[in-house]
């Protein structure tokens, strides 16, 4: 198929989209990337979905426009039942995919997303490179003048005001106190059954920014700076259990590099 019937709209830093790129990869589907600027980037949506609720991924599969990052992969599972399978057809492993990947979707999509802006913004991040690195010059260039603007949106948007900023902190860390049980302790084990699932996938896309393993999109540069807090937080999550267990994701099932 050419790669240009199926289409990923997404933004390069976010780890939602980092959780449907791995999806296709886990799938072996070919797709082109349409990265958009956050902020207009609503009324490129709402021109491709009537029911776009402003937010990617959003993929337009062969015609078909999916909205969520959860829906493109039902959609992905049923479309394609000859790829490698993520999310079992039926019976209590299906019902345990999706519980886990709904719940890694908050305990690590929105608090980690919450917590990761609110130390980056406070440690000053180089959030220009992070946010508009993988765009053209002219878009980098117009991306470093809008920063402020941008920065205000995603602080109303996501409320990052400090007692949210630590609920989320309890959040991510209950998430991986999960994972720790649903693993037994063991980095080696999938979280349901005994091969990759959507519910692996989502956690350790979602939990990406926080570990930033080698060939995630979060992985440190050389020379970058990080902030305190997040350098400490990551050295912590890393001694765990857990966090072994995000590494080990990544370097064992995240067969294609970031993009
Ligand atoms: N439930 C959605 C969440 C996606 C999401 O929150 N995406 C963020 C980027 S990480 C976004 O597009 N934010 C910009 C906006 O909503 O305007 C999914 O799973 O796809």
């Not at 082109?32 to 337009?60: E, F, M, T, W, Y």
Request: overall charge positive; hydrophobic content about 40%.
């Amino acid at each position: 198929m050419p790669q240009s019937e199926r289409i990923l709209y997404q933004f390069p830093i976010s780890h939602f989209c980092e959780k449907t790129r791995w999806n296709l990869d886990a799938k072996g589907l070919g797709y082109d990337i349409q990265n958009l600027v956050p902020g207009p980037h609503r009324r490129v949506l709402k021109r491709l979905a009537k029911n776009s609720r402003g937010s990617v991924p959003v993929l337009v599969d062969k015609g078909v426009v999916l909205v969520d990052s959860t829906d493109i992969a039902l959609h992905l599972e049923t479309a394609n039942p000859s790829t490698p399978s993520l999310i079992p057809a039926s019976g209590p492993e299906r019902e345990r995919v999706l519980e886990l990947e709904a719940y890694y979707d908050e305990a690590a999509g929105k608090h980690v997303r919450r917590w990761m802006y609110a130390k980056l913004f406070e440690g000053g991040a180089d959030l220009k490179r992070l946010m508009f690195g993988a765009f053209p010059a002219p878009v980098r260039l117009l991306g470093g003048l809008l920063l402020p603007v941008v920065k205000a949106l995603i602080r109303r948007q996501y409320n990052l005001v400090p007692p949210k900023v630590e609920e989320s902190r309890v959040k991510m860390m209950e998430g991986l106190d999960r994972l720790e049980r649903e693993i037994q302790g063991d980095p080696s084990r999938y979280l349901v059954g005994s091969s990759l699932s959507i519910a692996d996938i989502t956690a350790a896309a979602l939990y990406g920014p926080l570990v930033a393993a080698e060939g995630s999109p979060y992985a440190a540069q050389p020379g970058e700076a990080i902030p305190k807090e997040i350098a400490e937080l990551r050295a912590a999550v890393l001694a765990r259990p857990a966090g072994q267990w995000l590494l080990r994701r990544y370097q064992e099932d995240r067969r294609r590099v970031a993009r």
